[in-house]
């Protein structure tokens, strides 16, 4: 049962009486109950065992105060099912052996049943909706950061592989972005039927691509995602890093709400996205590491800017790193609550 709304609210671009927050990777290494599990499971086993998953997913909501809780899992755990093998290194991400590479390596990737090959985390996602008193957003990686892993083979900094199949065999590309789009549809639709409240698209080494080729070779794709998704009717959120040059683009998905990376100050974001879209966003990770009146500052003048339209939510502009210290996120959690209630 919810009882409260206020993220939905905002997503939606109606009145709220305080401006939510929740935190991007805010489950996960910076605090001790989660390491403590990590010592017993792999972060692939705890998404695949509804009870812990359930467990690491609720514990920030009732240790920060935030206003959503996000499914904890993996943006690679739906590639897996794919039929593509992977391996999560430590300090390092997904490590695949086989890359895709080819048309033939593409034609053996199939669009999943999250029915059958994904249940543990529709299971999950009905565990919490029965206990969680503020909304559960779903996720999947959108096509092109998954491509990106799967191509590549692992991390990369310059996406050479990536950018390779994309301009130079582009059919494949398309194949690959489009197996890719119609998992990410059937897989978001399953989390919204078990339950999710709200889907967030994480698009993270998308603000590598120059416009133009964002344009050209990702943006069909998101569109038609965002599309097949408008019918359930829950809100939609799109995200990338340093994808600043890309807002304008990103309005023009269908998605309902943009996050916002900390390189774009949250006026030139709305300015580019325009005022019918809801932002996010969107500190800085590491000033979580600085003074508190400086947090405090910084946390002021987001939310001055957000404030100045409907559709507000505060977040990081990236995820929560490990080391930051759980008192820092209470701490601001409160802030946001109690500047954001004094300025209506």
């Avoid at 009486?17 to 010592?39: D, F």
């Avoid at 990686?141 to 998954?146: H, Q, V």
């Avoid at 590309?173 to 897989?187: D, G, T």
Wanted: glycine share 6%; net charge negative.
């Amino acid at each position: 049962m919810i009882s409260s709304d206020l993220f939905l609210q905002a997503c939606r671009r109606e009145p709220v009486t305080q401006v939510p927050v929740w935190y991007m990777r805010q489950a996960g290494r910076y605090q001790p109950e989660y390491r403590k599990i990590r010592e017993k499971y792999s972060l692939v086993e705890i998404c695949q065992i509804p009870e812990l998953c359930s467990q690491v997913t609720k514990l920030p909501v009732t240790q920060l105060g935030v206003d959503a809780a996000i499914l904890f899992s993996d943006i690679m755990i739906p590639v897996g099912a794919m039929g593509l093998d992977f391996e999560i290194k430590e300090g390092v991400g997904p490590i695949i052996d086989t890359p895709v590479r080819s048309a033939a390596d593409v034609e053996r990737l199939r669009v999943p049943d999250p029915e059958e090959s994904l249940s543990h985390v529709l299971e999950t996602i009905h565990m919490l909706r029965q206990d969680l008193t503020v909304p559960l957003i779903g996720f999947s990686g959108a096509p092109f950061t998954l491509a990106s892993y799967m191509v590549e083979g692992g991390p990369s900094r310059h996406y050479v592989r990536t950018k390779q199949l994309m301009a130079g065999n582009t059919p494949v590309w398309n194949s690959l972005m489009n197996k890719l789009a119609e998992m990410v549809i059937v897989y978001m639709k399953a989390q919204i039927k078990a339950g999710a409240q709200a889907i967030q698209l994480f698009d993270s080494w998308v603000g590598s691509l120059a416009p133009d080729d964002f344009q050209t070779y990702v943006l069909p794709t998101m569109k038609h995602i965002f599309n097949a998704l408008q019918e359930t009717g829950v809100p939609l959120i799109y995200f990338g890093v340093t994808s600043g040059e890309l807002l304008s683009m990103f309005a023009e998905t269908g998605a309902n709400v943009i996050g916002v990376d900390w390189r774009v100050p949250i006026r030139s974001a709305r300015h580019r996205v325009g005022q019918a879209k809801a932002l996010q966003g969107n500190l800085d990770p590491v000033m979580l590491f600085a003074p508190w009146p400086e947090i405090e500052r910084r946390a002021k003048s987001i939310l001055d800017a957000g404030l100045e339209e409907n559709g507000f939510i505060f977040n990081l502009g990236h995820g929560v790193l490990p080391e930051v210290e759980v008192a820092v996120l209470q701490r601001l959690t409160a802030f946001v609550h109690e500047y954001s209630s004094q300025k209506w």
